[in-house]
């Protein structure tokens, strides 16, 4: 049996951040979940991933990314860091760039969320490349602040995530931004990616598997 990842995830989702939001995996360690049954959980994860095919839902535009960007979420997730992935893809849609979130392992950088992983690869590795029209960044959970803010200045025109974040996401923040970085998302567009609702709901549960413990990891710095 493995932990309730749905109840950890809306407790997460309500209230504030704080020492309060920390209690259910307090609890859960107080319950006895031992690390064996996190892994547990992950490999349920990973299980329903390998039931999941990009042929079978080809109706979704997205679904192909999407796998992609979950795939890396799960790497990250069975790294102990947030599970979130992203891919970049070129005008001609082929893949460029993909990657993890990478904030705790192998040393804590707090700056390493997927979107960051992938941009920062993309323009060490490509200098010449002087527009990024056409270009598309898909990850498997709504940008944060932080990425939000890289993807604009970075002028990627096409941002896609696979599950909403109610609690960390910015998207529906957006108007909050100084006017400066409100004009930079002239040029971008962001919305939630066309794939299978399996894979979104697969998307938000791999995020939501990682949450309190990297959350928890977070606050006692
Ligand atoms: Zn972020």
């Known amino acids: 049996m493995r932990p309730n990842i749905a109840s950890v995830g809306s407790h997460v989702e309500q209230g504030h951040e704080n020492a309060e939001t920390l209690t259910p995996h307090a609890a859960l360690i107080r319950r006895g979940v031992s690390p064996e049954r996190t892994k547990m959980t992950l490999h349920d994860l990973e299980a329903r991933f390998a039931g999941l095919s990009a042929a079978q839902h080809a109706d979704f535009q997205d679904q192909h990314l999407g796998m992609v960007a979950c795939q890396e979420a799960l790497r990250a997730a069975s790294r102990g860091n947030y599970g979130v992935g992203a891919v970049f ?28 992983v992938v941009m920062n690869a993309f323009e060490d590795r490509h200098p010449e490349v002087d527009t990024m029209r056409g270009y598309a960044l898909v990850c498997s959970i709504e940008p944060c602040p932080m990425c939000f803010a890289r993807l604009l200045a970075a002028g990627v025109q096409t941002v896609k995530f696979l599950a909403e974040d109610a609690w960390g996401g910015m998207l529906r ?33 791999v995020f939501r598997l990682t949450l309190d413990l990297c959350r928890q990891k977070l606050w006692s710095r």
């Open 173 to 205: 923040h957006r108007q909050h931004l100084p006017d400066a970085w409100q004009r930079l998302e002239q040029r971008q567009a962001i919305s939630q990616a066309d794939v299978s609702e399996s894979l979104r709901q697969l998307a938000a549960d």
């Open 89 to 116: 893809v070129d005008p001609h849609g082929t893949v460029v760039e993909q990657g993890q979130n990478a904030v705790f392992y192998p040393h804590f950088r707090s700056d390493l969320h997927a979107e960051m």
